[in-house]
């Protein structure tokens, strides 16, 4: 309970206020992502396939755009407040144009060219935003933590230091999740019940008022010295810049180098470091740390995959299933996603306090499980998901098959619970282990990027589960046969890709257990330079 104790002590003032940010920032996003399939089958009239596929590359393209923007952030040093409230003005601007697009179909419903590319324009404008925005607020947060173990210390130093970096990482997804709950729940029952224009109206002015109270409690927090013209530069760096170092010798990257003990041998090394031209220097470490991590980063793609499902297919199965909850009130399919979060806020607290105390007892291990192993567990968790999802919706079919020409077939929506929650606690273990993973792994002056690595594990998965699905759709059509995803949900099956998912996962996590074996950690390699 004392170590506990410090930890909390660590989270100060500045990180609680960035974490209730992060919170309403999710609470927009997924306001209007979590039924955005429901949105574009019913308002914009896309088939199942072409909304669940429009759906996973925006994600997807949401979710990658950090990693190629990420360095303008770390351009402006220590400095990300312009990046910040120039991204969150990008953000602001995405949503309007949304909720005017849900006006414009509400006015005219036909189904046109011109509204259609304002829809999408839209669409990209909030990814840019939240591409520059969530990283550059997350490293900014892990930021407000000491960070005293990055100058030589002691091993217990460094243990607390190393525990605290993981505790802030888990509460800031704690408070994601507390967002992204509110978001699912409270804007998917607004859009099924009042319409679509006050469900992307409300997510906008969320946002709105994050920004505002970001610009009021930053200059009293961290002392920014934001100015006008900053955020400009920022948005028109933003559209001409994609990936630009920095050439300056800042004060970062002179206590980075002093933080690694200077061993003899490295002496060498270290003069011809001084002599290379600082920017092809830059060009070759970021390059280096990025392909090291590479093997690890591509086996968690299938894991991202599966997360992707929840927001897609479970949804249009629950669409098809039982929903009522007394005489009339109506569960929206697209709420279930709260189980998810809501599992992850119930879970989160007892990680630290139950699960981490009882494997500490059997590993010997003062910190329990590392990161790694951490990551591992919730691949598991997120494969046993997945064969229990395959297993309902083969029940689900069964039953249509008896109970044919009926809308909905007479099975609890409720069914999809158990899937929902496993994938809650498997969030637990890899998504947050991936958030330290990625942010450990780094030099001090990638501190964005390594947050960006993180993301666009979601975004190349968002359009890795597209591709999928087109080349599932061909395969299975390809012989005079039905799609698997075909909309009438009563031939679908969805089962089957169900497995097939479960399959490449078990596959994934094979091919990581062994990288495992072989990855050493940023730690492990200083203190090999130095024997």
Known sequence: MAAVSER???????????????????????GVASNMVTYLTEVVKMSNSAAAKTANTWCGFTFILPLFVASIADSCGDNKYPTIMASSFLYLMGLLALSWTALTWAWYPANNILSSTFLFSSLCLISLGQGIYNPSLQALGADQIHTEHELPCSTNEKNLNTSSKSFFFQWWYFSVCAGSLLGVIVMSYIQDTFGWVLGFSIPTLAMLFSISLFWCCSSKNYDPKIELRDVFRIIKDSASRIITLRNDKSPVSEIELEAKPLCYENHHHVDNVQSMNNVDMHHLENVKVVVRLVPIWTMLLMFSVIFQQPATFFTKQGVTMRRNIGSSFMIPPATLQSAITLSIILLMPLYDSIFIPIV?????????????????????????????????????????????????VPLSILWLLPQYILLGLSDVFTVVGMQEFFYSEVPVRMKTMGIALYTSVFGVGSFLSALLISLVEVFSSSRGGESWFIDDMSKARLDKYYWLLAFFSALSMLFYIILCKFFMSTSDLDEEDCK
């Open 8 to 30: 909390i002590n660590r989270i100060n003032n500045s990180c609680v206020l960035l974490m209730v940010l992060a919170g309403i920032e999710r609470f927009a996003f997924k």
């Open 360 to 408: 500490r007892i059997i590993t010997g291990n003062k910190n329990g499980i590392n990161v790694m192993q951490r990551i591992g567990i919730g691949m598991l968790l997120s494969i046993v998901a997945m064969i229990i999802s395959a297993l309902v919706e083969q029940k689900r079919l069964e039953i249509n098959r008896k109970t044919p020409h009926v809308e909905t």
